[in-house]
């Protein structure tokens, strides 16, 4: 049978998984039951995740989970966390309450601005050019009157527009760059519109727009979260030292890219699993993050800390462009319930939470690979796992819990000690 297939969209959502099942899966009664297993019973809430996307077969399901104990600015946070990694939630958690009873993790927008970009080729002078689009701006602005004028009552809209020559780096290329506060959208749609109205308006016959689109590059829309204390009260025994290894190993990350590159990756396990459980795009916070984390033409860190004073002070700054309006936001009933978890934040406070999650995530982080290592408190978690697996008893699971409290877990070890005593209970 053929594996190609057209019109596979006009399908019904039992057609498309029939089709599939016979010609991608082995044992297809099988693969039907797994796809089917995750559908809702409830048709409505089914029907609103099958038109989120196009194709849609099934639910995936992913840990909705809560980080309780944050102190942000004075104010406690239950924060929802969608993530499949283990020890993430566990670390926030734990780090969240370590801050709790520090003066907790304080925060500050530093700025809001978005942009977009219309890409153009011109083959004229650029003197010429940049008279023209002087001419042209004010009726570009007034080509988006229409389009901008909820988000102006709001407060935001059309901040700036300028024409940037580039025909250094590739000949003939300009752009319009535009900047936007989108107050609590994310602003997608809204930059877009708007971006495609200026172009049409600036169009002329020796002016080829090549495209018109939104950037997710946004260093100038940045939160910063922080935490400080005396290093005295960092922990009871060797306080000092534990400051001075963490800012070492910040120290390193912001200088060695492949240090870099996994100390982010921790900080974003904590962005990316709120910026998920409140609806938002991670991909977009993902691809900004890392970019700004190249800013100045290396990859680093995207952390900071610092011992000044006898004070200890780890602090991050974020690019992140979020919304708590729009997209998905209010339309997934879980994103819904998180922002209300989160006392319906506006888009500054949202971004203030996940930077503070961020933040949390690498310390957390820092915390285990310069004391214990990473893989205790990881094995530790990984236990329980291991154990369900094993389909162990209560007493049994009791038995290894305590037997690997003073030992190094590994999955052979549990497996053989599972049964060993197995052997020794017969
Ligand atoms: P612990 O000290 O053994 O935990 O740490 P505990 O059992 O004493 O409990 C202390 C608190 O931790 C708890 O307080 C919880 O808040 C939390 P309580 O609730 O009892 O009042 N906690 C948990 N919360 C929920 N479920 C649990 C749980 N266990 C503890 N099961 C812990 C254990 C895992 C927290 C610690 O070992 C740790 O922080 N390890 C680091 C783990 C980590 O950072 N994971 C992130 C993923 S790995 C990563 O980021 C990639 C990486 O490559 C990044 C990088 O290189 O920078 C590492």
Known sequence: MAKS????SKLTKQEKVDWLTAHFTNVGIEAKEILQQYWNEDRILQSLHDDFVENTLTNFYLPYAIAPNFVINKKNYAIPMVIEESSVVAAASMVAKFWSSRGGIKTKILSTIKSGQIHLIY??????????????????LRATENITENMRQRGGGILDLKLKNITHELDNYYQIHVEFDTKDSMGANFINTCLEAIANEFRRPDIEIVMSILSNYVPECVVRAEVSCPVEELYEENALHFAQKFVQAVKIAAVEPYRAVTHNKGIMNGVDAVVIATGNDFRAVEAGVHAFAARNGKYSSLSHAEIKDGKFRFWIDLPLSLGTVGGLTKLHPLAKLSLEILDNPNAEELMQIVAAAGLAQNFAALRALTTTGIQKGHMKLHLTNIIKLLNAKEDEKQFLIQYFENKTISHKAVVDKYYEMRREKE
């Open 5 to 8: 297939v057209s019109g596979f």
């Open 123 to 140: 083959h004229g002078s650029s003197e010429g050019l940049q008279l023209y689009f002087d001419k042209m701006k004010p009726q570009l």
